[in-house]
């Protein structure tokens, strides 16, 4: 069929029957040899960037080690003891120092990640950021607070890897950044996290496994991975993750932390590198990450302020509602503990069961309800908005060997889906049966 379309290409070919055949041929290494250049290609960028993190994590402990040998009455243990409340009050009235608190988390973020395996980049212009803040007239809510950032979120001057393979380095900052050093904290650490971002746990081709600083065993969850392990392990006060279906809820939950994954748009994402080119009908979020919910919600004054809706007009000009945060009034609060569709475990359930109950003796209304037409919420906006491109964002690239099943799943026919479907319902659903019954005897 080929050699009959070139035949009415190219007539002039019927008069050496050998060239179609040699045409072919040549035509199919070209393809191998770009195939083998491209993964040569990205092979080198991930070593480099291997040797950027290394070079990184030296600088890193240089300068904590230094600070150390020039300030040795620092009181190590006591910074870090300290919620983020407290430490803008010793802050405020100058009892601790911006340096101080910076290099004791730089020392202790390093500690964790020999540990974990998370921090991914050192963002070395923090040490610049602290002479700047020396110089600002007002001191914004987070003054001299160290954050980190998950690691698609841009930097400037820094690469991000969110995709398996390193990016560009931008010459700005992303939006979320910029806000948060407006209000005086110094970002100093960027964090691993899955390829792609659309695993909730899995290798990444460039740094590898990230492991729960509670049980080694065990995944700190997906796909804000690296904050969730850091800020668990203590080497960051206050960090930002970022969510599509549960990648700020997971890392919370498996290390025993708070995170809050706040609605689409309430925060900018400009400057975020996106999990999937082009996926636009299902958004992500970011969202502040930390060890308790006053964290949380000083993260949210900080944020919701008139910088950030300056330098992105797309966030609607909301501050955070001092009122409705502080006010003891009575909420009617819609609950489920279970949508129709996912099989909560018994635990689950439970845990909905057992918060329902604290809530009402707290004084507020509980309203049960369905999420309507949770089938189609699920399975047409979306599984298919999330991969309708067939995964084509890893076409040619290196897939981590975890993540391998997942995709060759996505890349299957339409048709072949819905045959094994049809097929593998009965059976993974009395597997289930035999799962949730097991829970039942166990618990």
């Not at 987070?142 to 390193?166: Q, T």
């Not at 990648?247 to 925060?267: A, Q, V």
């Not at 009395?430 to 799962?435: A, E, H, N, V």
Request: hydrophobic letters at 35%.
């Amino acid at each position: 069929m080929i050699q009959g379309k070139l035949r009415q290409l190219l007539p002039e070919l019927d008069a050496d029957p050998r060239t179609i055949p040699a045409l072919l041929c040549g035509s199919a290494a070209a393809v191998l040899l770009l195939n083998w250049g491209r993964r040569r290609w990205i092979q080198e960028k991930i070593e480099e960037a291997r040797r950027w993190r290394e070079r990184g994590l030296a600088q890193m402990e240089t300068a904590a080690r230094l600070f150390k040998q020039q300030n040795p009455g620092v009181q190590s243990s006591h910074i870090l003891s300290l919620s983020l409340v407290e430490l803008g009050e010793k802050l405020k009235e100058g009892s601790l120092s911006p340096e101080s608190i910076l290099y004791t988390y730089m020392d202790k973020a390093l500690a964790v990640t020999r540990e974990v395996n998370c921090v991914t980049d050192f963002i070395s212009e923090c040490e610049e950021q602290l002479q700047e803040l020396r110089r600002q007239k007002e001191k914004g809510l987070l003054y001299g607070i160290p954050v980190s950032i998950k690691d698609h979120i841009e930097c400037v001057a820094h690469v991000s890897m969110s995709l398996g393979f390193p990016g560009p380095c931008l010459p700005y900052d992303s939006v979320l950044v910029k806000v948060l050093k407006r209000q005086g904290a110094i970002p100093f650490v960027k964090t691993n996290t899955s390829q792609s971002m659309i695993n909730y746990d899995c290798n990444n081709t460039i740094f590898g496994q990230t492991v729960n600083p509670h049980n080694h065993k065990k995944s700190p969850g997906g796909s804000s991975r690296g904050e969730g392990a850091l800020i668990a392990g203590g080497g960051s006060v206050l960090g930002f993750g970022s969510d599509v279906a549960g990648s700020i809820c997971l890392p919370s939950s498996f290390c025993g932390l708070c995170g809050f994954k706040p609605m689409g748009n309430r925060l900018s994402v400009s400057g975020l590198a996106s999990p999937i080119d082009g996926m636009r009908s299902v958004s992500f979020m970011v969202g502040p990450i930390a060890r308790d919910v006053d964290r949380l919600a000083l993260c949210m004054r900080a944020l919701l302020c008139d910088e950030l809706f300056s330098l992105d007009p797309t966030v609607p000009p909301l501050p955070f509602n001092e009122e409705v945060y502080s006010s003891s009034r009575p909420l009617r609060i819609g609950y489920y503990d279970g949508d129709g569709y996912f099989q909560p475990s018994p635990s689950m359930r439970r845990a909905v069961q057992e918060t329902k109950v604290l809530l009402e003796q707290a004084g507020h209304t509980l309203v049960p309800f369905a999420p309507p037409r949770i089938n189609y919420a699920v399975d047409e906006l979306f599984t298919k908005g999330t991969f309708s491109d067939g995964v084509s964002t890893f076409e040619g690239d290196i897939v981590d060997p975890t993540l391998k099943s997942q995709i060759n799943c996505y890349r299957l026919p339409i048709l072949a889906k819905k045959i094994l479907a049809l097929l593998l319902k009965p059976v993974v659903s009395y597997i289930g049966l035999i799962c949730l019954y097991k829970e039942d005897i166990m618990e």
